[in-house]
């Protein structure tokens, strides 16, 4: 495959308004990259960015090979009845164009992507009728159905259960084994950990680099307020102190 996605001193937002900038990443095939952090910490923003949804405010974004993009779920913008095999379907336009009819490959990689998922049981039934968990399956199978070089996901295990997302992650990695990029936006820090790059962003970037070296205490507690440490055995929640003007 032939996915790259490289930034530098790359500033994303809205109109004039920076969210984070000074990112600088270098992403080849095989590599998994967490956004991580909390709601409006630029996530969102930066992964429509390298989508291509949203221009950069300044810096340089280069961004090759065929792109699979998940976007955050908005259960209301199906007032259509269609059906979650119809969502899945979808994957595939890109690939047929205006005219071209679907092939037995179209249909092997649809079907293929919602045995992945779990989605397949339900595949007639009217996405309006699914569940949270259900209609995620079956965003992600659409993703999958794509066959991308690149996989760009907002927030990809909402509404799945543990078992879920340890079925996602899995997923992941078997997409990294064929060579895909892979870029989520998450607040899951056991997804961060097994991916190969992590970014923490708090309205700036506040770590980048190797799981090891980003997921730290003290970086967690600049991110979201909160860290977890491990003392003799004992999981220890650490809060980032109130400040009082005096």
């Not at 199906?78 to 994957?91: C, S």
């Not at 009728?129 to 066959?147: D, I, K, Y």
């Not at 996602?168 to 084994?177: D, G, K, P, S, Y």
Request: hydrophobic share 45%; net charge negative; aromatic share 2%.
């Amino acid at each position: 495959m032939s996915g790259r996605i490289e930034t530098e001193h790359l500033a994303v937002g809205f109109g004039d308004h920076v969210v984070v900038d000074a990112v600088d990443l270098r992403l080849e095939p095989g590599d998994a990259l967490a956004l991580v952090g909390s709601n409006g910490s630029g996530k969102s923003t930066l992964l429509r960015s390298l989508v291509g949804l949203l221009p950069p405010l300044s810096g340089r974004v280069d961004v090759e090979g065929r792109i699979g993009y998940l976007g955050q779920d908005h259960a209301q913008s199906f007032v259509l009845a269609l059906r979650a095999l119809d969502v899945v379907r979808m994957g595939r336009f890109g690939r047929l164009g205006l005219v071209r009819r679907p092939s037995a490959a179209d249909h092997r990689a649809v079907d293929e992507a919602m045995v992945r998922t779990g989605c397949r049981e339900f595949g007639n039934r009217p996405m309006r009728e699914l569940s949270g968990g259900q209609r995620q399956r079956v965003r992600l199978a659409q993703v999958l159905a794509t066959q991308a070089d690149l996989l760009l996901v907002d927030e990809p295990t909402a509404a799945i259960d543990a078992a879920g997302r340890e079925h996602w992650l899995e997923i992941v990695a078997q997409e990294r084994a064929r060579g895909a990029i892979v870029v989520s936006a998450t607040h899951d820090i056991g997804e961060a950990a097994r991916s190969s790059q992590v970014l923490l962003l708090a309205g700036r970037v506040v770590a980048a680099g190797p799981p090891a070296a980003v997921l730290t205490p003290a970086h967690l507690l600049a991110t979201f307020g909160i860290a977890l440490a491990q003392i003799d055995s004992v999981v220890v929640a650490t809060e980032e102190p109130h400040r009082h003007d005096h």
